[in-house]
């Protein structure tokens, strides 16, 4: 069983994407704000084999703990089926959860990776991309 107490959290403020973007409706700034964080956490995902790019996925409601055999070595399969996860929740309310579960992906997410592009994170450094947005 997974202790969810071992993961890291991040989560981008709303009340500030809302100020920011008066008259948006609130769904479609939650779903920029979820797609985004797809978008800029897979192209940071080191590539060795395409398992941990892969493994990075949404879903709506509640924490997913799968994880996947396959392999994404681009990232456009594993931004697209996150799309389908994101854009089926129609409730603007529902947290959208985005998350990977690798046994690994901590030390990578801490530049464990000769792969990273980015030694200073995936999930971190997307997070402060998409709330910079907002400030």
């Not at 060795?48 to 790019?53: L, N, P, S, Y």
């Not at 997913?64 to 389908?84: E, K, L, N």
Request: no cysteine; aromatic share 8%.
């Amino acid at each position: 069983m997974t202790n969810i107490q071992n993961f890291e959290k991040w989560g981008v403020d709303m009340e500030k994407a809302k100020k920011k973007l008066v008259g948006v409706p609130l769904i479609n700034i939650r779903n920029k704000i979820a797609m985004d964080l797809m978008k800029y956490i897979t192209d940071r995902t080191p590539v060795d084999t395409g398992r941990a790019k892969a493994n990075t996925h949404a879903s709506a409601g509640s924490p997913s703990f799968a994880i996947f055999d396959f392999v994404d070595t681009i990232g456009g399969a594993t931004i697209a089926a996150a799309a389908q996860i994101i854009l089926d929740s129609t409730n603007p309310y529902e947290k959208i959860f985005i998350q990977n579960n690798l046994p690994y992906i901590r030390r990578l997410e801490h530049g464990w990776s000769a792969q990273a592009r980015d030694p200073d994170g995936m999930f971190g450094l997307a997070v402060a991309q998409v709330e910079a947005e907002f400030s």
